[in-house]
């Protein structure tokens, strides 16, 4: 895939950067295009128009991704107690600007250990195993109403996808709120149907989440959505279709709410009132 006239659907094996540029001439939507349709389209719009920039913070868990799934960019230990001075923000801007990762010693050494602690995961590990699948392949196809899809897929095996992701806690309840609050019952759905559409997962084939904290003793938790996420995800995706082609069309992005808008309390704050005062 060299330029967007040579686009067609199916699975590539480009760069990170190739991919997040969108090559699809007009547009494509992303998974993460459409959790943010969900919420507000003119927030997507902005977006859209003003590509976020790398952000340092996100270094940590691309580092993890190169580790652990042996595909990413060059990790490049900048061995120096402070990173403040003249010269060695220099060099930090320098690998930057390479295309590379700066990692201090401490961050290095920390996912070296998750690594390990992964491999010792029965069933993380046997997701993973080298050669059972292909790291970091992006996917473009087309829908029948016109919308192309993109998706990068961290590891991608005959029968699944696996994505894997970094995580304060990998407590039940912690990853309940995550999935919720990140969109990821979206990404399953979104990921799914390009996959299957394109034949390179059964219907029947699975999405597995590979939960990690970055914290020791670095517990993995393997996980699979419910159904009814998968059913909540994959209407949230229609609604976000439906948006995307209604604003591509007229060309107005709404936001919240364009008129005057009645706030009430939350549930639980009149509830409590109510308690309080009868």
């Not at 295009?33 to 128009?49: E, V």
């Not at 295309?99 to 046997?126: F, T, Y």
């Not at 992006?138 to 993109?150: L, P, T, V, Y």
Request: hydrophobic share 35%.
């Amino acid at each position: 895939m060299t330029t967007a006239a040579e686009v067609e659907p199916g699975l590539y094996d480009i760069s990170a950067e190739l991919y997040h540029s969108d090559p699809i001439p007009g547009g494509s939507l992303s998974s993460t295009g459409a959790r943010r349709l969900t919420d507000c389209p003119a927030r997507f719009k902005y977006f859209l128009d003003h590509p976020e920039p790398y952000k340092p913070e996100f270094e940590f868990g691309t580092a993890a991704h190169t580790v652990i799934l042996g595909n990413g960019p060059e990790l490049v230990v900048v061995d120096e107690k402070r990173w403040d001075t003249d010269e060695t923000k220099a060099r930090v801007a320098a690998i930057r600007a390479a295309g590379n990762v700066p990692l201090k010693a401490e961050a290095r050494q920390r996912i070296d250990d998750m690594a390990e602690a992964l491999a010792r995961h029965p069933e993380a590990s046997d997701l993973l195993t080298p050669g059972s699948g292909l790291a970091e392949q992006s996917a473009f196809w087309q829908d029948d109403n016109g919308i192309w899809h993109r998706t990068r897929f961290d590891w991608l095996r005959p029968e699944e996808i696996v994505d894997y992701k970094t995580a304060r806690s990998v407590h039940p309840d912690a990853l309940q709120k995550a999935v919720n609050e990140h969109g990821y019952h979206q990404q399953d759905d979104f990921y799914r149907k390009v996959a299957i559409h394109l034949g390179l997962i059964p219907p029947t084939g699975s999405f597995k989440f590979i939960f990690q904290e970055k914290q020791p003793p670095y517990l993995v938790t393997v996980a699979e959505l419910d159904f009814p996420a998968r059913v909540i995800g994959a209407e949230l995706n229609d609604r976000a279709l439906y948006t995307y082609a209604m604003c591509q069309a007229t060309g107005h992005w709404p936001a919240y709410s364009e008129g005057t808008t009645h706030i009430s309390l939350p549930p639980w704050v009149e509830r409590k009132y109510a308690q309080e005062n009868s």
